[in-house]
């Protein structure tokens, strides 16, 4: 069981990237997902989530520029990023918590492996 992250690269400020992340192995279920970010010297910190049933929640840094959807049947998050600044220059990791017992009720949190994004003219 895994959640690998695409999407990251070099834009310019103003400029726009999609950001996904797909969990793929033995999965039952599939929970809250997200997105957050470790820039450099700093904590990782919340970009966005989404929940099972579409809800979500952004970091105030991000709204109205970011958004994240989520595909259940792909079992894929996407991080849609638009007027992208310096700023957001980050690694990226995506986050969620699976099921992957069929017998098993409990949900374990997942991490994908980082995706870089710089923002830079």
């Known amino acids: 069981v895994q959640l690998q992250a695409f999407g990251g690269g070099l834009v310019q400020p103003g400029g726009s990237l999609r950001l996904s992340c797909a969990a793929s192995g033995s999965i039952f279920g599939i929970n809250d997902m997200g997105w957050y970010r470790q820039a450099p010297g700093k904590q990782r910190e919340l970009v966005a989530t989404i929940t099972s049933s579409g809800s979500t929640n952004y970091a105030d840094s991000v709204k109205g520029r970011f958004t994240i959807s989520r595909d259940n049947a792909k079992n894929t998050v996407y991080l849609q990023m638009n007027s992208l600044k310096p700023g957001d220059t980050a690694v990226y990791y995506c986050?969620?918590?699976?099921?992957?017992?069929?017998?098993?009720?409990?949900?374990?949190?997942?991490w994908g492996q980082g995706t870089q994004v710089t923002v830079s003219s």
């Open positions: 986050n969620a918590g699976l099921r992957t017992g069929r017998h098993n009720p409990f949900y374990t949190n997942y």
